[in-house]
């Protein structure tokens, strides 16, 4: 079974960009057939989904990501892309990639934080 492992977050001022990566590294042809989705957690509170993308590429995204947040997938890589805008304190959390039609394993998450 294969392991999500994400990568690119950092800390960042407020109104910049960061763009995170997540890939999968199990067979390809069970990554194809998934929506995959992105996820955050802050401390207290439960992993929300805050984007995801269908098999086809169709986005979505939380009401709080629209116009800011971009999502890709790149099924030759395995590989699911979060492209953050206009970046808030409030997106300071870990952010996690999974299956969102049937959710796996959790990675290890990559910290994003939002400060002056």
């Known amino acids: 079974q294969g392991q999500f492992v994400e990568s690119g977050g950092g800390l960042a001022q407020p109104g910049e960009s960061l763009r995170l990566s997540c890939g999968y590294t199990?067979?390809?042809f069970i990554w194809r057939h998934h929506d995959i989705g992105w996820y955050r957690q802050t401390p207290g509170k439960?992993?929300?989904?805050?984007?995801?993308?269908?098999?086809?590429?169709?986005?979505n995204f939380k009401d709080s990501a629209k116009g800011r947040f971009f999502i890709s997938r790149d099924n030759a890589k395995n590989t699911v892309y979060l492209q953050m805008t206009s970046l808030n304190p409030e997106d300071t959390a870990v952010y996690y990639c999974?299956?969102?039609?049937?959710?796996?394993?959790w990675g290890q998450g990559t910290q994003v934080t939002v400060s002056t």
């Open positions: 439960e992993r929300e989904p805050v984007a995801w993308v269908t098999s086809d590429g169709r986005a």
């Open positions: 199990g067979p390809m």
């Open positions: 999974n299956f969102f039609d049937g959710l796996r394993s």
